[in-house]
């Protein structure tokens, strides 16, 4: 490989990124484990799959398979998958916000949802 190629390239290694263990719900998934693990809450997990599984928000390739499917075209799924895995985090209390939006930015965001930009 040239001298200029990326580390991963050269080795054809991803350098400890999420890809190199199977993608982003593999690495998400052994993270969650083992932490859930250490906190005496193995069966939180899967009792998030399956709550996502009833809503229609998980497929067998986990998230980024229901993002894949509901926006094929867009290059961000990886992005959108890490926000359901943060409010899983959120909602046990190992992610805390920044700072809230206030009503003024979020009413806009909304709205962009529904088309309406």
Do not use: C
Not at 5 to 15: D, V
Not at 90 to 115: F, K, N, V
Request: no cysteine.
């Amino acid at each position: 490989m040239p001298a200029g190629e990326p580390a991963n390239r050269r080795t054809g290694r991803e350098g400890g990124r999420p890809a190199a263990y199977g993608g982003l719900n593999t690495a998400v998934w052994f993270l969650m484990d083992h932490l859930l693990v250490a906190e005496r809450s193995a069966g939180a997990w899967q009792e998030e799959q399956s709550r996502l599984t009833e809503a229609g928000a998980w497929y067998p390739d986990g998230v980024k398979g229901v993002f894949r499917k509901l926006l094929p075209g867009d290059p961000a799924r990886d992005t959108h998958a890490a926000s359901v895995y943060a409010e899983f985090a959120h909602h046990r209390g190992r992610l805390t916000a920044d700072r809230l939006l206030s009503g003024s930015e979020y009413t806009p965001l909304g709205g962009s949802l529904d088309g309406e930009s």
